[in-house]
């Protein structure tokens, strides 16, 4: 399977219960009710931003972000189909009020750890653009290797239970480079309370910070906590 994985804000006037419900109701209905969505998409989940800040001292925000997408679909060949649909185009222009932007990116998922296979409540994502004279392979190497080592012997202390990375395909390139992400964590906690004590330990943050500006640039970083709701799964076949 691949991922496409999509950001999507919403007005300011929205309120997080409005903007749940049309992406659930009637957004999603009517992706899954296009041809080529239902041919090719296996699952679907949501995953709402929370007010709760995080590394906000460092300047790191959400960029206004409301939500996440990750749509698992049965083949890249599927999924390329589903953005060049005319009739997913018209559907983005339909929602275009309610979902200005939506931001696509297709995906590699890249497993680090998964110590907990319970239903978990809250996850993190963050989303970073490589430093320019990197290439995307070369970040992306960094990023599962010595990144990934340091932050699971360093900074994580067992705070966070599962890791996926998220690696944007090395052909894909979003048009706008305001959103040509390369790459991002998606992370998994227990609780609040468990997530807030990693992203506030000082000491932890500045390490993964300092290792963050070998590979990073460090101002794109989008960082933020989401729940998490399955839309959609089906068997898959076999």
Excluded at 55 to 65: L, P, T, V
Excluded at 89 to 102: G, N, R, T, V, Y
Excluded at 168 to 192: A, M, R, T
Aim: proline residues 5%.
């Amino acid at each position: 399977m691949i991922k496409l994985m999509t950001l999507v804000k919403t007005p300011v006037s929205v309120d997080a219960n409005a903007f749940r419900d049309y992406w659930r109701s009637t957004f999603f209905a009517d992706f899954f009710a296009i041809e080529s969505v239902d041919a090719h998409l296996m699952k679907a989940v949501h995953h709402h931003v929370l007010p709760n800040d995080i590394r906000d001292e460092e300047g790191i925000g959400n960029d206004q972000w409301a939500g996440v997408g990750t749509y698992y679909f049965n083949s890249r060949v599927g999924a390329e189909k589903v953005l060049a649909d005319p009739a997913y185009h018209q559907l983005q222009k339909q929602c275009a009020e309610m979902l200005p932007e939506i931001v696509h990116l297709l995906v590699d998922e890249v497993w680090i750890h998964n110590r907990d296979r319970s239903q978990l409540p809250l996850k993190m994502f963050a989303f970073f653009k490589r430093l320019p004279h990197l290439s995307r392979l070369e970040a992306l190497q960094y990023y599962q290797g010595p990144h990934a080592t340091l932050g699971d012997e360093k900074v994580n202390k067992g705070r966070t239970v599962r890791y996926i990375q998220n690696h944007v395909l090395l052909d894909y390139q979003h048009p706008n480079p305001n959103y040509n992400f390369d790459g991002g964590p998606e992370i998994w906690f227990k609780s609040l309370d468990i997530a807030m004590d990693l992203f506030n330990d000082k000491a932890g943050m500045a390490l993964l910070a300092e290792d963050e500006a070998r590979f990073v640039v460090r101002a794109d970083l989008v960082h933020f906590l989401t729940d998490e709701v399955v839309i959609l799964e089906r068997p898959v076949p076999g």
